[in-house]
């Protein structure tokens, strides 16, 4: 009797594909018994990892857009876009290397009416990319078979038997490699490869803020349907137990560096779902992302709940790997393109550019300044407008930017100061080009004007918090007030502008008000942690001041 002794090896390589189990021949041998049973060596099983990944983006809506959350925003002053992305195997690679390393596994053999022949346990062992199968002591070393067509099962540890069944706990999700394959015995030259597939859905949340993340936790939720996956026949996964699955707090890693498009991202760890292959994977709906500590824009996000099963796949199959990409603003109403006002979750839904941010009910700021720094005129030592105060009350309430801009009643040149180059504040204020330009219907905006001194302030405390009833007088040691210049910054930047306060930007703004014949009025944006939001008066030709239009909508 002539035996043939193989080496039996694990090999783990990156396999895209499905649920699909292949054996393939090879020349090595099995060796044929005195009773035709053939014998099948430890060394003649092979396994092959199938990582997680396959790369496809799933689908993009806006939280306000997904059934069973709040609408327009999360509440609490903060709104946000949520995306799911099917993760590429190229993103997921290292990670599922790590994760089959020296596990144990137990081989079964079956016959196709679903009877237990024999019995093969065995522990993979080792480093690197090649493994030695090294069987159990005290097990069987091989398999004696009669020919015939059979099914051979392999599974790792994080499967408890009972009998003839095997299930997994939720909390082994993650761990949890099953494979099987249907071979014919009948010749002499066989390896069967068991492609070990994952047995769990797994996901991550990325958040996106324009805001420092530090303290975030949230966890992925679902309804019913996922906490114990089993089966009766040990050919098939086919049995899910009715038991919600709530994971463990995902903590967001701390992000205080902020990227150069103004914005913190921190991406958790994995968390993972039981999926049934025999069950044609598992459904979505009622999955659920909730935020269960922290803050960001100086609100509260716990309790805040993201319905994720609306936009993802209806089906969610073993082995996939899906990113959760949430992007949360701070919730505030912007002028868009084509006249609309809504908040900036509202208008990105509808495919709208903003334009400007609304600091009343018909006046907004634009979202990048006109041109570069400039003078408020070029003629010095002369009065220019008919408005000229050094009245506090006078010029900390005047609201008329823009006629003070557009009417040639308040001019003394006999132009209207928006058309007159030598008056480079007031011209660049009126020829600003925004993001987009506007088309909305005729009438529903008016042109763009150079602010006056009490526009300044209400931008201040409709962006910033800032309180105008602090301010009684000036110049004084009052002339600057506290205010939260981050939220100022936040709600420029988060729509696709340029921030205004000082540090981003210059932070030295011109009003369309004249002090004197020598000197116009402006703000300066200082942080709060130094001189906060200031009122002043400079020489007219002081060459690093900056313009930032504002418009109505009628």
Known sequence: MNRIRWKYCVLLYTVVGGILFTACS????????????????????TLTEIPFGADTEVSTRATEAVTKTDTLNLGNGIEGEVTVMRESKEETKAATRAEISNQHFTIKALSTTGQLLATL????SGTGSTKTFTPDMGTPHEIELPPGTYTFICFNDAFT???????????????????YTTQTISGQHYLVNFEMKHLAVRMRVELTAYWDINGIKAAIGTPTGHGYLAS??????????????VTSDLTLPTVTTEASNYTYTSTSDYRYFLASPDLNGIQSVGYYCKFKAGALYGRSVVGKSLDIGAILPTRMQPNESYKIKVTLYYSYRYLFQDGSVATLVQG???????????????????????GSACHWSNTQNSVQTTHTSTDFNTIYHDMDGFNHTWAVLHSRTGVALGNDPNFPAFYQAAHYTPLKPLTGAAGTTTSWYLPA???????????????PASLTRWPDTNTHQAWNERLMKVVNVQAGGTTPVWGGSLGWYWASNEYSASSGYHIITYPNS??????AANPKATPFM????FIIKN
């Open 26 to 45: 090879n020349h090595d041998g099995i060796e044929d018994r005195k009773d035709a049973t053939k014998e099948i060596k430890g060394s003649q099983f």
């Open 121 to 124: 346990k065995g522990t993979v």
């Open 161 to 179: 038997e009972s009998g003839a069944s095997i299930s997994v706990n939720a909390d082994k999700a993650g761990e949890a490699l099953y494979g």
């Open 232 to 245: 009766s026949n040990i050919t098939e996964m086919a049995s899910m137990a009715n038991t919600p699955v």
């Open 348 to 370: 990105k839904r509808a495919g709208k550019t903003a334009v400007a941010a609304m600091i009343s009910n018909n006046k907004a700021m634009a979202l990048t300044d006109a």
């Open 453 to 467: 001194m009490g526009e300044w302030a209400l931008a201040a405390q409709a962006e910033g918090n800032y309180n």
């Open 530 to 535: 130094s001189y906060g939001f200031y009122f």
């Open 546 to 549: 900056a313009v930032r239009p």
